[in-house]
DNA sequence: AATGAATGAGGCTTCATTCAT
DNA sequence: GATGAATGAAGCCTCATTCAT
């Protein structure tokens, strides 16, 4: 694991604990057992350490998503998706958290986002073609992803928090209700 | 004015800007031509100027809804406590950003939150008679006030952002709305 | 003597035994005894205390030389003013290492130089004066102060260096000498 | 145009525009698109730099000075050396800057300078011929140097700024000025 | 009530240099 | 000959806070 990813990773845990503003670039550079100068050979200053945080998971929420979905109808598709991202987050709890806390912070500036948004666009693609072969209704793009994260992340809340344990059937009704939110009819 | 309202007057200015965390003493002193010292004379410590900020202001909030309440039926009386929120954030757009950025965030600890549930006494005491009174169903009232806010803020919003002026069949509407969330049938 | 002065004497003492360059305001810190914070009370930066130091050394020239200068012809006055001068430089090595070496060097910016001519406008009052009382030759006045500036330098660096003393008529020659290269005929 | 003759002219550029002291190797390593570490394979450490750009050019001038210069009497001598460095100079702004500017500044360590004098030893021979034969003035060979590489640089210095072209006898006249200072009679 | 001098810990960043490849 | 990762000392500056007046 190079200086650099180890780096990214030690930023990633104090954030995603702590907050952007409350971690200091001396925590992470005592966590991360690196010296100084180190941190500053591979990153500019410390707010592009955030950026490329910040573009590394959005990239990888991206390509996650999209995973094995090159098969069957729009529901079978949708159904792979929402179920990519479930386990995604599920086994990445560093990742969750940062998608939830942080990435809509304010500390993350919208010209941040909008660089990011490139990441997304085969999930922006799927959503388009299917309002374009009448299977979803015609909402905005960018409203129908932010609705499809945010049903994956409510159930993994659930997941997380609650003491019953999440049952195979509650993903697929969750998955029915997200469905039924998009499509005609 | 006094040098702690203007201090607070100035914290609350520049916060709502740039938020807590990008809001540093040295900024306040600076922006509020107080001396340094001063502000140690009226407060604590940093915190201690947020905390009676938040406490002040929510202490308004309370007061201003509740204001011309004492007289008609529930609806009457809702309606009454709708417009003096509406008209309060209208007139006091620092205070309507304060309320809905800065107090929901993390930066403002649940302790101090629990301690301003105070000035929402009366509130919390209209929506129990109500239910009480079997005038509204049996919601938590923390939850009731809580979209009774959100309502207004909704409104307030449009009121800002849109280019289409809010007449005044639209707030009644608006009200009608929100009211019908509450009410029994 | 005030924290303030303490920095400014611990300076001009670093600066004209290293250089500018060479005086790292740690050093300034450590030497002067002074708390970190309490130089960035008085000074905005490092280069407000140079910059300060260099208006205060400037004023200074100018007042010192134009002592006792309200009597008698501009042949007496130009004399008192050379003497003035020499003295000062004389019982305050620091100011004259600090004319000779900080005040000229590219670290000092021009727009300061600039700003520090109205400290001199008496001494180019005196030479426009005899220019136009046909005393001298109508040479450029910053040429002048220039010259005249360097010649009492001249002299202070063999007061200083040689390993004959100065006397009182080697004084007389110099001052006749520079004195003759201003007037007319 | 190999690495080493890269950072060195990277170098010449940076510190005629800055000064020694304003540029860091950092900026050297940044401007030059060298790697860190070439520039350390070159060079034992940052004074290393300077001091073989020093030898380099001071070398330079030494062979400039004395080209063709064999032929004729000590006159006509005069006036090749003295055109062969009026050219140079034009011709290489960069060096005429570090000539003037660098070279004498007092961050090159007076030892680097004596080690530097011998690339001006056929320069010092010909004075130092010139004072045997009685053409010239017994002066000290350096001051002689000095004067004589001063009153180039004052016409160069001439030629780079004023808004009068400077016409060959402008250039022989300088000459004839420069030759009158050093001949005995 | 009000002031501003004084403090020192801690923040981010730049620097010259070393080392393994 | 060339590269770039890695280092840590040192630089400048901001911060919240205390204290004497």
Redo the contacts with the bound molecule.
């Keep these: 694991m ?3 990813a180890i780096v990214l990773q030690t930023t990633l845990e104090l954030i995603t604990t702590q907050g952007i503003n409350a ?7 005592k966590e991360s ?10 990153f ?4 592009e350490i955030i950026t490329e945080l910040y573009l590394m998971l959005t990239q990888d929420f991206g390509t996650v998503v999209m995973r094995n979905t090159d098969q069957g109808d729009y529901k079978k598709q949708f159904s792979t998706m929402w179920m990519n991202l479930f386990h995604y987050f599920v086994n990445n709890p560093l990742a969750f958290v940062f998608s939830e806390q942080i990435a809509r912070s304010p500390e993350i500036p919208q010209s941040l986002k909008d660089r990011a948004r490139k990441y997304f666009s085969e999930i922006e693609l799927y959503f388009r073609n299917g309002i374009r072969d009448k299977v979803f209704k015609s909402y905005n793009t960018m409203v129908m992803e932010e609705l499809f994260f945010g049903n994956v992340v409510s159930i993994v809340k659930i997941h997380e928090n609650e003491k019953v344990t999440l049952q195979e059937k509650h993903l697929q009704q969750a998955i029915e209700i997200s469905w039924r939110g998009f499509v005609k009819e």
């Design positions: 190079s200086k650099k971690t200091s670039l001396s925590q992470i550079i057992g690196v010296a100084n100068g180190t941190v500053y050979h591979h500019k200053n410390k707010e």
